[in-house]
Nanobody, 122 residues
Framework: QVQLVESGGEPVQAGGSLTLSCAASGRTFSSAAMGWFRQAPGKEREFVAAIRWSVGTTYYADSVKGRFTVSRDNAKNTVYLQMNSLKPEDTAVYYC???????????????WGQGTQVTVSS
């Protein structure tokens, strides 16, 4: 089992920045990749970014490329999502997930955190 706990979500104005954290515990060695997803009210959960624990390979959704940066601290078993130039359409609950592969499909991730709310006001 892998336990994931997100933090860092809060209200912010458009153009502002936030950094989300995802602390992993348990059998973290069993997961090769970490993903960030988000879900806005009435919408499906969508891929945001992902990173491989070992080599740090990253992948981003087009909607956040150039604005968001995913990183990891292997010593702390923590993954971060730095979000800059935030827009109202970035408002959502943000989730981190652990899985075997760096993929964009939510169902291919094995473990999920409880989510953290990001609200961007115009």
């Amino acid at each position: 089992q892998v336990q994931l706990v997100e933090s860092g979500g809060e209200p912010v104005q458009a153009g502002g920045s936030l950094t989300l954290s995802c602390a992993a515990s348990g059998r973290t060695f069993s997961s090769a990749a970490m993903g960030w997803f988000r879900q806005a009210p009435g919408k499906e959960r969508e891929f945001v970014a992902a990173i491989r624990w070992s080599v740090g390979t990253t992948y981003y959704a087009d909607s956040v490329k150039g604005r968001f940066t995913v990183s990891r601290d292997n010593a702390k078993n923590t993954v971060y999502l730095q979000m800059n130039s935030l827009k109202p359409e970035d408002t959502a609950v943000y989730y981190c997930a652990a899985g075997q592969r760096l993929v964009t499909t939510p169902t291919l991730y094995d473990y999920w955190g409880q989510g953290t709310q990001v609200t961007v006001s115009s």
